[in-house]
């Protein structure tokens, strides 16, 4: 009897513990769920988006995607009330869910191009005449590249965003003193940068380096940033952050998309595999009238270069031959 006694208290006993284990997680889960939504909602009031994020822009990629590989087009634009928005930044953003690596291409401004529909011009005219939507033409015209996402960042945005997740600024090593059109003063030497001066420091252009020295700064900080992120503190800001930056970008990804990819690439310890296009040595800087100095690059060279950055087989089933701006035949 005694011994069916003892049972039915361990079985009680078992039974209570669970049930206050479940209460515990679903108590936890509440409390996480309430702080994401409130540092969410704090994000989205701290931000005051520009009319250019407001516009529905024609985006129509391949309907077959290349399984397991995100390739997203990343415009930075200057939103300061211009009819027509500078876009100081195009790069190509691809994250492999299998292999878990995420890589970056700067395509420079300038380079010389085809874009479908009009003659050859530097590559950011394509955004300028026609949006992200003749900017994907143009890189699957000259480059085979298929873009199935597009993200069009204002700047502002990015400035917050660093002030969020780093209040005290996030280090960085300024190689030389910087003023010229940047809207703040860097002296040389390591410091921590505010969201201002880090957005100033990534688009400083007036030196030797020009536009080549612009896109490797642009790259170190997108990689400090993205570091800032794995730490803990970063982590627990991620729900305010993309509250923060959702009003400044103009996306055709659905949120959830958007919010699951931005959290498996910021939280990614692995370190990000840059790359810019043209390549060296394989371009000159010729000057042509109504167009200015270009970079005129080995279009074949550069196109296998992308390719194989990207680990895409132009002859697989997801990239067709067939340009955009051709009709299909009948």
């Known amino acids: 009897m005694a011994s069916r006694m003892e049972q039915k208290k361990k079985k009680r006993k078992k039974g209570s513990f669970l049930k206050k284990t479940l209460l515990v997680l679903v108590i936890l889960f509440i409390a996480v769920v309430g702080y994401a939504a409130i540092q969410y909602y704090q994000g989205l009031q701290q931000a005051k988006p520009s009319a250019e994020m407001e516009s529905d822009y024609e985006f129509n990629p391949p309907e077959e995607e290349i399984e397991g590989k995100y390739n997203v087009l990343l415009l ?47 590559i950011n005219a394509a955004f300028f005449h026609g949006g992200p939507e003749l900017l994907r ?31 005290d600024g996030i280090e960085m090593d300024v190689e030389k003193r910087m003023s010229q059109n ?46 800032e992120f794995t730490s803990l503190y970063g982590i627990s800001k991620l729900p305010k952050v993309m509250g923060t930056i959702q009003p400044y970008i103009d996306t055709n990804m659905k949120m959830l998309t958007a919010i699951g990819l931005a959290k498996d690439v910021m939280l990614n310890k692995s370190e990000i595999e840059t790359m810019k296009i043209p390549i060296d040595n394989t371009w000159n800087d010729p000057t042509y009238q109504g167009v200015g100095q270009v970079l005129e690059m080995d279009m074949e060279a550069n196109k296998q270069a992308l390719q194989d950055f990207l680990g895409i087989d132009p002859n697989s089933s997801n990239m067709t031959t067939q340009s955009d701006d051709e009709e299909p035949e009948s």
């Open 137 to 167: 033409k143009t890189i699957k015209h000259n480059f085979g590249i298929d873009i199935h996402y597009y993200a069009l960042v204002d700047f502002k945005g990015f400035e917050h965003v660093v002030d969020t997740v780093a209040p």
């Open 182 to 227: 940047i809207g703040v003063t860097l002296e040389p030497g390591v410091q921590n940068l505010n969201g201002k001066e880090l957005l100033g420091y990534a688009r400083f252009r007036h030196d030797a380096e020009g536009d080549f020295g612009r896109v490797k700064r642009q790259q170190k900080v997108i990689t400090a940033v993205k570091d």
């Open 76 to 122: 930075g634009v200057d939103a300061r009330g211009e009819e027509d928005s500078r876009t100081d930044t195009i790069m190509i953003a691809q994250y492999d869910t299998n292999t878990e690596e995420t890589k970056l291409v700067s395509l420079m401004r300038d380079s010389y191009v085809e874009i479908p529909g009009y003659s050859k011009n530097k």
